[in-house]
């Protein structure tokens, strides 16, 4: 896991600058939310809030280690929680890009050992968490390290319905981990920003909505004829939700 928060420092900048050269209306804003387990307290959790500045963002993250770990399973429903009511979402866009080995407590996620195998031991449900995020009108993206969260996939897709699982596995390459997470970062914001437009305005191009060339000429359009200034910003908020490792060792 190591190498994946690396993978996240040395691409956000990428990230951002891509937004800003291909859709300069977008503000991009980024945060941070890692989480471990339970028995790692009172570092269970890590949060960095919503901030414009990739600089003070890779800072952070160079203070941040993938340690810790008990059992298999982590406290992802905790992190999901935390990054849904304890991070400052204001933006209309919000992006919530999870990377993560191990599933969460509970035999319904997994048959590995877990110290915890009827569930969260704070009460917390993958219904109750992922419902306040869907409340809160956040575009949920998975980036899949390991086989171990595919169940927690199924289970997670049965409640919200479908959303985009990225391969970012370990490669050799350093910077092939880069190039996953900057492809996955890029998609996850295009992918909302389409879906909040076409919730929004409804527009259609050829019967099959929008993509992400259309979209901008639509937003040109759709501002031109309400007499809205084409300086409008459009405003996103992205956060990286990320969980340390408990089946390797990597730092």
């Not at 891509?18 to 945060?31: G, L």
């Not at 770990?69 to 009511?85: C, I, K, Q, R, S």
């Not at 999870?98 to 110290?115: E, N």
């Not at 910077?175 to 996850?188: I, N, P, Q, R």
Request: hydrophobic share 35%.
């Amino acid at each position: 896991m190591g190498g994946h928060i690396k993978g996240v420092k040395n691409s956000i900048k990428r990230v951002v600058e891509y937004m800003a050269n291909m859709r300069p209306t977008i503000i991009v804003r980024v945060a941070f939310c890692g989480y471990r387990d339970h028995c790692d307290e009172p570092n269970r959790l890590q949060i960095f809030d919503f901030t414009n500045s990739c600089d003070d963002f890779i800072n952070y993250l160079s203070d941040v280690s993938a340690t810790g770990g008990g059992d298999a399973p982590e406290d992802v429903l905790g992190g999901l929680d935390a990054a849904v009511t304890r991070i400052t979402w204001r933006n209309p866009t919000r992006v919530l890009l999870h990377i993560g080995d191990c599933p969460p407590h509970g035999r319904r996620f997994t048959g590995l050992l877990d110290d915890y195998p009827d569930g969260d031991p704070n009460g917390l449900t993958a219904e109750q968490v992922l419902r306040e995020m869907r409340s809160a009108a956040i575009y949920y993206f998975f980036g899949k390290i390991t086989e171990y969260t595919e169940t927690m996939t199924e289970v997670f897709q049965s409640i919200i319905g479908e959303y985009p699982v990225f391969d970012i596995k370990d490669t050799p390459d350093p910077e092939g981990l880069v190039e996953k997470f900057f492809d996955a970062a890029c998609s996850a914001i295009n992918t909302a920003i389409t879906l909040i437009f076409k919730k929004k305005y409804f527009f259609s191009v050829g019967g099959r909505g929008l993509n992400f060339t259309s979209l901008y000429f639509a937003k040109k359009l759709y501002l031109r004829e309400n007499y809205i200034t084409s300086n409008a910003k459009w405003k996103l908020t992205f956060v990286s939700l990320w969980t340390a490792p408990v089946l390797w060792g990597d730092t």
